[in-house]
């Protein structure tokens, strides 16, 4: 059963720093490119973070700088380590797993950020 497992979100004061963990079972992870989505209420679902399968990366402009994306393919899973969070930050997270037609998506973990 192909799945992926969002953990780690919560709520946290502005300026603080929360690590998202996706965890992945039922497939190949170590091929896949894996990114973090969020959306916030009212708006559409953005990209965040994106790594491929041989380490390169890719971070919207609002994070660049602040959040770090890294994958552990013995462990099955990808990380988002958040510093300096903003309450702009505050949405639901998202993980997905790409590999050509291939296309997953976890459940969602809530990270609020507090002024």
């Known amino acids: 059963q192909v799945q992926l497992v969002e953990s780690g979100g919560g709520l946290v004061q502005a300026g603080g720093s929360l690590r998202l963990s996706c965890a992945a079972s039922?497939?190949?992870?170590?091929?896949?490119?894996v990114s973090w989505y969020r959306q916030a209420p009212g708006k559409q679902r953005e990209l965040v973070a994106r790594?491929?399968?041989?380490?390169?990366?890719v971070y919207t402009d609002s994070v660049q700088g602040r959040f770090t994306i890294s994958r552990d393919n013995a462990k099955n899973t990808v990380y988002l380590q958040m510093n300096r969070l903003e309450p702009e930050d505050t949405a639901v997270y998202y993980c997905?797993?790409?590999?050509?037609?291939?296309?997953?998506w976890g459940q969602g973990t809530q990270v609020t950020v507090s002024s």
């Open positions: 997905n797993g790409r590999y050509y037609y291939y296309d997953y």
């Open positions: 039922g497939f190949t992870f170590s091929s896949y490119t």
């Open positions: 790594i491929t399968n041989d380490g390169a990366t």
